[in-house]
């Protein structure tokens, strides 16, 4: 049988699966290396903890500090302090804040061809470019995976896209991402794994088909992957590290669910028009725009060819006076080398700001544009309000549209400006001798066991929800429209995302962009449902949109359909994902109806695939819905449990019970 290079990775790592171990329908992998990052790791070594395991039992556990590096005061700190001393103690490798961000570190540090990584961030993907099958999560699953579980998906549909040719100057691997987002949609991918192959994928080197398979998130998809070949092999050795390297592709004329073809030649610079990644057009149609800000960072695109790129268009020139532009750039490892290279010395010459390595702009913290500003950004999510300007205009593009706009202060097409692309790799070796410097090792299980873990005074217990009732009645918190993204559910921002580690004080920002009186509602309310559209949480991998609404008594969200990870996370919470029968019924619900949900417990032990049409009632319109869960037996018994902690509680006692 002839295998996509998706179903060889995940042969090799199946670990359950119907029929015995057989691929389809839902699925579980063995998982080789974790990696969590300082805004969803604190929960996640939390739950760890509360598992009772002496040492993390995956190959590899890699602690990023690279989101919250704000430290307004001392909770991010604080932060940083226990996820060291966790690290410590539990056998993990600890990236300090400074070092980078963590898919571009882990990329150049860690990530090997054909092994599987799951990370509590929805663009661990972008390891992918390496050959790597790697996946976002949740952070308790991801906890879960560091205990040595394996991690159960539903097998993903295998969707082939062909590159063909190369690409024309000026035109960037970001327009090639951009031009699938055109075609697929943010919820396009749901369900699939988006395999990458042809000349056109020869030609792309390791970061280029990172940035490729890092924006695969905003397709909605399970991940994104490249082959492991020559291309690989340099990137590797280039970082010292070709040991790692192995071959690896689809079998010759392996099946996909359906082939895309991409024709590099033919495609031009691109942007994602506010407020959708999805929004894709020419750089040609908006062209002479006034650009207000322009910032390359990001782990889409903060790679030394990124920054190599810009310079070259920079050269000797100085950034227009009417534009802000800053660097962000995605690794320490990174900025040494484009020192070495006097790529940097170019761009600060040109009067970049220099900001740190790290998320920043990218999550709203710092650098948010002028009100109503437009920013050009080399990022890989402009949902509103995410830069920390409600009214700014975020439009993602390729390093070199961005640096063309920091150069005329208008967007302009850069495939006019005949910038070659210089080559790096000396300087990449030069600088790899550093790279290690600021990644701390696990330390020897004799040692580990004596640490004592600090915790800050702002660092507080995850709550626990309880098993769910048989029947509820229930008023509409809010009702959504489609594409809701978990930043609509659970802002970020420099002034919520010092919470993620205090579940009761992040609470009350739910909803806080969309409708400021959510939490208001909803406390007095006590409990209360939750009505979307079509991709309900699209976006992040944060829990806590999910853990946050059950800490305010959400019971249910009752969408049109559901993105992947936050499908999961509100299943690992406790919390109900229904989905309408009939998708029209969404109209006839209204914020502040009172719905009856009976039979739940039918429904959860398997008796039942949707709650009978008299039972899933509007009490104020007198209008019964068809509802369905959509979940499979082990789901089910999660729920039944009141989320996966009290489950896994439930099996701990019965093996206790039974022993
Ligand atoms: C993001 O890009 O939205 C984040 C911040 O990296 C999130 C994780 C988080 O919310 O902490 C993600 O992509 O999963
Ligand atoms: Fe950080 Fe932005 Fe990448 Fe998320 S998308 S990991 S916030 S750089």
Same mark, same amino acid.
């Given at each position: 049988?002839?295998?996509?290079?998706?179903?060889?990775?995940?042969?090799?790592?199946?670990?359950?699966?119907?029929? *015995? +171990?057989?691929?389809?329908?839902?699925?579980?992998?063995?998982?080789?290396?974790?990696?969590?990052?300082?805004?969803?790791?604190?929960?996640?070594?939390?739950?760890?903890?509360?598992? +009772?395991?002496?040492?993390?039992?995956?190959?590899?556990?890699?602690?990023?500090?690279?989101?919250?590096?704000?430290?307004? /005061?001392?909770?991010?700190? /604080?932060?940083?302090?226990?996820?060291?001393?966790?690290?410590?103690?539990?056998?993990?490798? @600890?990236?300090?804040?400074?070092?980078?961000?963590?898919?571009?570190?882990?990329?150049?540090? @860690?990530?090997?061809?054909?092994?599987?990584?799951?990370?509590?961030?929805?663009?661990?993907?972008?390891?992918?470019?390496?050959?790597?099958?790697?996946?976002?999560?949740?952070?308790?699953?991801?906890?879960?995976?560091?205990?040595? *579980?394996?991690?159960?998906?539903?097998?993903?549909?295998?969707?082939?896209?062909?590159?063909?040719?190369?690409?024309?100057?000026?035109?960037?691997?970001?327009?090639?991402?951009?031009?699938?987002?055109?075609?697929?949609?943010?919820? *396009?991918?749901?369900?699939? =794994?988006?395999?990458?192959?042809?000349?056109?994928?020869?030609?792309?080197?390791v970061p280029e088909r990172a940035t490729i398979t890092n924006m695969?998130?905003?397709?909605?998809?399970?991940?994104?992957?490249?082959?492991?070949?020559?291309?690989?092999?340099?990137?590797?050795?280039?970082?010292?590290?070709?040991?790692?390297?192995r071959e690896l592709s689809a079998d010759e004329g392996a099946e996909?669910?359906?082939?895309?073809?991409?024709?590099?030649?033919?495609?031009? #610079?691109?942007?994602?028009?506010?407020?959708?990644?999805?929004?894709?057009?020419?750089?040609?149609?908006?062209?002479?725009?006034?650009?207000?800000?322009? =910032?390359?960072?990001?782990?889409?695109?903060?790679?030394?060819?990124?920054?190599?790129?810009?310079?070259?268009?920079?050269?000797? !020139?100085?950034?227009?006076?009417?534009?802000?532009?800053?660097?962000?750039?995605?690794?320490?490892?990174?900025?040494?080398?484009?020192?070495?290279?006097?790529?940097l010395g170019e761009l600060l010459r040109a009067g970049f700001r220099?900001?740190?390595?790290?998320?920043?702009?990218?999550?709203?913290?710092?650098?948010?544009?002028?009100?109503?500003?437009?920013?050009?950004?080399?990022?890989?999510?402009?949902?509103?309000?995410?830069?920390?300007?409600?009214?700014?205009? &975020?439009?993602?593009?390729?390093?070199?549209?961005?640096?063309?706009?920091?150069?005329?202060? &208008? =967007?302009?097409?850069?495939?006019?400006?005949?910038?070659?692309? #210089?080559?790096?790799?000396?300087?990449?070796?030069?600088?790899?001798?550093?790279?290690?410097?600021?990644?701390?090792?696990?330390?020897?299980?004799?040692?580990?066991?004596?640490?004592?873990?600090?915790?800050?005074?702002?660092?507080?217990?995850?709550?626990?929800?309880?098993?769910? /009732?048989?029947?509820?009645?229930?008023?509409?918190?809010?009702?959504? *429209?489609?594409?809701?993204?978990?930043?609509?559910?659970?802002?970020?921002?420099?002034?919520?995302?010092?919470?993620?580690?205090?579940?009761?004080?992040?609470?009350?920002?739910?909803?806080?962009?969309?409708?400021?009186?959510?939490?208001?509602?909803?406390?007095?309310?006590?409990?209360?449902?939750?009505?979307?559209?079509?991709?309900?949480?699209?976006?992040?991998?944060?829990?806590?949109?999910?853990?946050?609404?059950?800490?305010?008594?959400?019971?249910?969200?009752?969408?049109?359909?559901?993105? !992947?990870?936050?499908?999961?996370?509100?299943?690992?919470?406790?919390?109900?994902?229904?989905? @309408?029968?009939?998708?029209?019924?969404?109209?006839?619900?209204?914020?502040?109806?009172?719905?009856?949900?009976?039979?739940?417990?039918?429904?959860?032990?398997? !008796?039942?695939?949707?709650?009978?049409?008299?039972?899933?009632?509007?009490?104020?319109?007198?209008?019964?819905?068809?509802? !369905?869960?959509?979940?499979?037996?082990?789901?089910?018994?999660?729920?039944?449990?009141?989320?996966?902690?009290?489950?896994?509680?439930?099996?701990?006692?019965?093996?206790?019970?039974?022993?």
């Amino acid at each position: 049988m002839k295998l996509t290079l998706t179903e060889k990775i995940i042969r090799e790592h199946l670990a359950g699966g119907p029929g *015995g +171990g057989g691929l389809g329908g839902e699925i579980a992998v063995s998982i080789d290396q974790t990696l969590t990052q300082d805004a969803t790791g604190t929960m996640a070594y939390l739950q760890f903890e509360t598992m +009772g395991i002496e040492r993390v039992r995956a190959e590899l556990s890699v602690s990023y500090a690279d989101h919250n590096t704000l430290q307004e /005061d001392h909770k991010n700190s /604080d932060d940083h302090r226990y996820l060291q001393t966790a690290a410590a103690r539990y056998g993990i490798w @600890f990236s300090r804040p400074g070092n980078g961000i963590c898919h571009q570190v882990h990329l150049e540090r @860690f990530g090997e061809p054909g092994k599987t990584l799951l990370g509590s961030d929805s663009h661990t993907p972008t390891a992918g470019g390496l050959g790597m099958l790697a996946i976002g999560a949740g952070g308790l699953d991801v906890a879960l995976a560091m205990g040595g *579980g394996a991690f159960r998906l539903a097998m993903p549909n295998v969707t082939g896209v062909k590159l063909t040719g190369r690409l024309r100057s000026g035109v960037a691997a970001k327009d090639i991402i951009l031009e699938l987002l055109r075609r697929e949609t943010v919820k *396009g991918g749901v369900g699939r =794994v988006y395999e990458y192959f042809g000349d056109g994928a020869a030609t792309l080197s390791v970061p280029e088909r990172a940035t490729i398979t890092n924006m695969g998130a905003e397709l909605g998809a399970t991940s994104s992957l490249f082959p492991s070949d020559e291309r690989t092999r340099v990137f590797l050795e280039e970082r010292g590290r070709a040991a790692s390297w192995r071959e690896l592709s689809a079998d010759e004329g392996a099946e996909y669910e359906r082939v895309i073809e991409i024709h590099l030649p033919k495609l031009v #610079p691109a942007a994602a028009c506010p407020h959708s990644p999805d929004n894709v057009k020419p750089v040609a149609e908006l062209a002479g725009l006034k650009v207000d800000q322009v =910032v390359i960072g990001s782990c889409t695109n903060s790679s030394i060819d990124d920054l190599a790129a810009a310079a070259e268009i920079m050269k000797g !020139r100085v950034v227009h006076p009417d534009v802000s532009a800053a660097l962000a750039c995605g690794s320490r490892a990174t900025i040494l080398a484009a020192e070495e290279a006097g790529v940097l010395g170019e761009l600060l010459r040109a009067g970049f700001r220099m900001l740190e390595s790290a998320c920043g702009p990218c999550i709203g913290m710092g650098f948010a544009p002028k009100s109503g500003g437009v920013s050009l950004r080399t990022f890989n999510r402009n949902f509103k309000g995410r830069s920390g300007s409600a009214d700014a205009g &975020v439009y993602l593009v390729s390093a070199q549209t961005a640096a063309a706009a920091a150069l005329f202060g &208008v =967007v302009s097409d850069p495939s006019k400006l005949k910038a070659e692309k #210089p080559d790096t790799g000396a300087y990449i070796r030069a600088a790899a001798r550093f790279a290690d410097d600021m990644l701390i090792p696990p330390l020897p299980p004799e040692l580990a066991a004596g640490v004592v873990i600090q915790r800050g005074p702002n660092i507080k217990p995850c709550p626990v929800p309880m098993p769910p /009732d048989d029947a509820f009645t229930l008023p509409v918190l809010i009702k959504a *429209g489609d594409n809701i993204t978990t930043d609509d559910i659970m802002p970020a921002g420099a002034k919520v995302l010092p919470f993620r580690s205090n579940i009761p004080e992040i609470s009350k920002h739910v909803f806080a962009n969309l409708d400021p009186l959510f939490w208001k509602r909803a406390s007095e309310a006590g409990a209360g449902l939750i009505v979307g559209g079509t991709n309900y949480g699209q976006g992040s991998s944060r829990e806590h949109a999910a853990l946050a609404p059950m800490f305010l008594g959400v019971k249910a969200v009752i969408a049109k359909s559901f993105a !992947r990870i936050h499908k999961a996370n509100l299943i690992n919470y406790g919390i109900l994902p229904l989905v @309408f029968a009939n998708p029209d019924d969404w109209n006839s619900i209204d914020q502040g109806d009172i719905l009856e949900l009976a039979g739940i417990h039918a429904l959860l032990d398997g !008796r039942a695939d949707g709650f009978p049409p008299a039972a899933a009632a509007n009490k104020t319109k007198s209008q019964v819905y068809s509802l !369905r869960l959509e979940a499979d037996p082990n789901d089910r018994a999660i729920l039944r449990a009141g989320g996966v902690i009290q489950a896994q509680r439930g099996k701990n006692q019965a093996s206790f019970t039974s022993s």
